[in-house]
């Protein structure tokens, strides 16, 4: 059973336009989300995050939004370039013990088109 | 430069071998992480070591081995038991309480 996913396997957007990337939860433990990029053959890297009890954060181009009662999580990248064209994976994140569990989404394949 | 090191990026086994993947930190992180990335699944825990001589298995282990013998060093071992090795493997790490990961740059590895 997929806890965290990302419905849009794809998306393409023209360049200075909004992305918009969008993840799904099912369990209301988790008390964090990130959002990590990754390019092709290479490691993630981490992008954004936002704890549980806010619902906006904001980091320059990239704002990611939390609708707790929806359990959905959005990453907005305004203006978009195409040097963001990459894999975007949301994670979310729960504690327990001192120890935090992760779940990753199956990722989103942003294209901004020049 | 702190970072995470795997290696190598490309590997090649034929199928009934066992072959080790090298992943090494210099970030005095303590936890460290195995994920394996299939195409349409995301990235999916095979194991993970939160001290040196620890180690639990994650959502997929079967198949594969780790050891930790030094708080650096995270070797995965993918058995010839591992049914569809084929994958890019990625290995991270963090600081225990810590949430963010810094991970590899990844290992793919093919069976021929």
């Known amino acids: 059973d997929q806890q965290v996913k990302q419905n849009s396997p794809s998306l393409s957007v023209q360049e200075g336009r909004i992305s918009i990337l969008n993840c799904d939860y099912t369990?209301?433990?988790?008390?964090?989300f990130l959002w990590y990029k990754k390019y092709p053959a290479e490691g993630p890297t981490f992008l954004i995050s936002?704890?549980?009890?806010?619902d906006k954060n904001e980091d320059g181009r990239f704002t990611v939004f939390l609708n707790k009662s929806a359990k959905h999580l959005s990453l907005h990248i305004v203006p978009s370039q195409p040097g963001d064209s990459a894999v975007y994976f949301c994670a979310a994140i729960w504690s327990t013990s001192g120890t935090y569990k992760y779940i990753f989404g199956t990722g989103t394949r942003l294209k901004v088109l020049a | 430069d702190g970072g995470i090191t795997q290696s190598p990026k490309y590997l090649f086994r034929k199928e009934g071998q066992n072959v080790t993947l090298s992943c090494e930190q210099n970030?005095?992180?303590?936890?460290m992480y195995w994920y394996r990335q299939d195409p349409g699944q995301g990235l999916r825990l095979i194991y993970y070591s939160q001290i040196v001589n620890d180690f639990q298995k994650g959502d997929i282990a079967e198949g594969y081995s780790v050891s930790r013998e030094k708080k650096e060093s995270f070797p995965l071992t993918v058995t010839s038991a591992q049914k569809n090795p084929t994958a890019f493997y990625l290995c991270?790490?963090?600081?225990?309480?810590?949430?963010?990961?810094?991970f590899g740059s990844g290992t793919r590895l093919t069976v021929v």
């Open positions: 936002i704890s549980s009890i806010k």
């Open positions: 369990n209301s433990m988790f008390d964090y």
């Open positions: 991270a790490s963090s600081m225990k309480g810590i949430r963010g990961y810094t």
């Open positions: 970030l005095n992180h303590d936890a």
